[in-house]
């Protein structure tokens, strides 16, 4: 027969591991009510639910990766990022942040330091088709980049034309539905 405190000790656990998923599951269906909220388009209000609900769970990794899309939804690219720094110094085996900051750093013009942030959110992720779809369109702009620069010294034969015309297209296409 188990010692009385063992069995106490046991229940305790348990309750806690219970209390645990039920704080998972309740971050999980506030994450999902506030991007309702802003896929409606409160955005604003959902920013604001988002912050008083920071100031009781400030490491809840979901809610502020959420703030952190929401603010790069309504081009406040500069608190996003900031956003996604901080997840990745808190929580640096996520991959989504390094993913979100790096499509941030691609649209200002950084994309050196958007493939190293690519390339990380696939280290943690080897499977995440979003990091590779966009690590693709980073090397594709680097090869456009690299092409033009190659065209302006030599002037270019045809094929180095060709591939530069065909890689601008692509880069300008619309992306697949």
Known sequence: MPHPLFARVVAVLLACCVNVSALAADSDLRVAALERLHRGGESAKALQQIDV?????????????????????????AEAAQVF????????????????????????????????LLELSLRNDPGY???????????????????????????????????????RELVAAPPLP
């Open 53 to 77: 609900a920071l100031a009781t769970r400030p490491n809840d990794a979901g809610l502020r990766f959420l703030q952190g899309v929401i603010y790069s939804d309504v081009r406040r690219d």
């Open 85 to 116: 720094e901080r997840l990745i110094a808190d929580f640096p085996e996520l991959p989504e942040p390094y993913n979100n900051l790096a499509v941030l750093v691609a649209q200002a013009g950084q994309l050196d330091r958007s493939r190293e």
């Open 129 to 167: 088709r979003t990091a590779h779809e966009n690590l693709g369109d980073v090397y594709l702009r680097l090869a456009v980049r690299a092409w033009e620069s190659a065209a302006g010294t030599a002037g270019g034969d045809a094929s180095l034309r060709r591939k530069l015309k065909l890689a």
